[in-house]
C-alpha cells in the first residue's frame, strides 16, 4: 500500500506524519482519516483552494489535473508546477511527499 508522507507543519502536523492510503484514495481523505485536519471548505467538491496542497515527490504518479482544478490552481496561494488539490489528487501505485503551505486562502471564514 503506498504512503504518504506528510512534511512537518507548524499547525497540521508539527512532527510530520506517514500514513497508509489504498490506491484511489483522496490525499484530503487519506489525512482525514488519520486524524490530520487539513483544510477543505468546499466539502471536497473542488469549489475552493484552501485544500492546496505541494507534491513534493511522487507527482508523476498522480492523474492529471483537471481544467476546474487547474483553474482553482491559480488563486491559490503559493502555487507551483507541483501543487494540486488535496481533495482531487488520489493516491496511485507510488508514495507520495506532501507539503501542506504556510497559508491557504478560505473565502468562507474570510468574508464573515
Not at 14 to 22: F, S
Not at 77 to 89: E, H, N, T
Amino acid at each position: 500500500m503506498p504512503q504518504i508522507i506528510f512534511l512537518p507543519h507548524e499547525e497540521h502536523c508539527p512532527d510530520g506524519l506517514v500514513i497508509e492510503a489504498e490506491s484511489g484514495t483522496s490525499i484530503c481523505d487519506a489525512a482525514l482519516k488519520q486524524g490530520m485536519e487539513i483544510e477543505h471548505a468546499c466539502e471536497k467538491s473542488c469549489a475552493c483552494t484552501t485544500c492546496h496542497v505541494h507534491i513534493r515527490e511522487g507527482f508523476d504518479s498522480l492523474v492529471e489535473a483537471t481544467d476546474l482544478e487547474e483553474d482553482y490552481l491559480d488563486k491559490a496561494w503559493g502555487v507551483d508546477p507541483d501543487s494540486r488539490l488535496s481533495c482531487q489528487a488520489c493516491v496511485a501505485d507510488e508514495d507520495l511527499v506532501i507539503e501542506i503551505p504556510k497559508y491557504t486562502i478560505n473565502m468562507v471564514s474570510e468574508n464573515h
